[in-house]
């Protein structure tokens, strides 16, 4: 069964702090993974795209890594901004259909404090 | 930013009324769609069209409607609106809907029926 998994789940950490996402998948056959910023009541915002070959793409202070072998991904946030707060959706989509399926995670719920 | 427009933003209905959910994009692009999303969930695609008169059913069973009268505009109807359809619904079009084909969401619609 085609999944994403993001964790962890929600995280707080302090303004201009360093910080790590993660996402598992099991997509086949895959095509590209995308990481989406989402704000509190807005639609998502992609920040990066990697293919398979990809294993590093910034963006930024947003770093994103690929390792195709172990389908996972991280997005690295430097030096945290209070507007970094938001939901980081990991989106995988699969090689196998016309239409291109997306899967999305459900998010990492990053809160900086000042 | 995407000029992708969703109307209206908020919509608090009681049980039994029809409603429109209203979504136009400037970029001219064919690919369209729609997501439903919960709370801490993932997206669900409910709908979508890859231009003028096409329309598909997504993944997650909807009770909605949609049309594709226009390339701009994808609006989304229910006929008799449930509790069990509170949510916010997203739409999002795309260029090319091929495999390096990024999605522009809108702000979304927070949907309460009472």
């Known amino acids: 069964k085609n999944q994403v998994e993001q964790s962890p789940q929600s995280l707080i950490i302090l303004e201009g702090k360093n910080c790590t996402l993660q996402?598992?998948?099991?997509?086949?056959?895959?095509?590209?993974l995308r990481w989406y910023k989402q704000d509190t009541g807005r639609g998502p915002v992609s920040l990066t795209i990697m293919t398979f070959s990809e294993n590093t793409k910034s963006n930024g202070r947003y770093t994103a890594t690929l390792d195709a072998d172990t389908k996972q991904s991280s997005l690295h946030i430097t030096a945290s901004q209070l507007s970094d707060s938001a939901s980081y959706i990991c989106v995988v989509k699969d090689r196998g259909s016309t239409l291109g399926r997306l899967y999305f995670g459900r998010g990492t719920q990053l809160t900086v404090w000042p | 930013e995407a000029d992708i427009y969703q109307t209206p933003r908020y919509l608090v209905i009681g049980t039994g009324k029809k409603i429109t959910l209203e979504c136009s994009q400037t970029?001219?692009?064919?690919?369209m769609y729609w997501y439903q999303q919960d709370p801490g969930m993932e997206l669900h695609l409910i709908h979508y069209s890859y231009g003028v008169n096409s329309t598909e059913k997504g993944d997650l069973s909807s009770e909605s409607t949609v049309s594709r009268i226009r390339t701009e505009h994808f609006p989304l109807t229910l006929e008799s609106a449930r509790p069990s359809h509170t949510s916010q619904y997203l739409c999002?079009?795309?260029?090319?809907?091929?495999?390096?084909?990024?999605?522009?969401f809108g702000p979304g619609t927070r949907l309460t029926v009472l």
């Open positions: 996402c598992n998948y099991t997509v086949s056959p895959f095509s590209n």
């Open positions: 970029m001219g692009h064919d690919k």
């Open positions: 999002a079009s795309s260029e090319f809907g091929g495999q390096g084909d990024t999605q522009y």
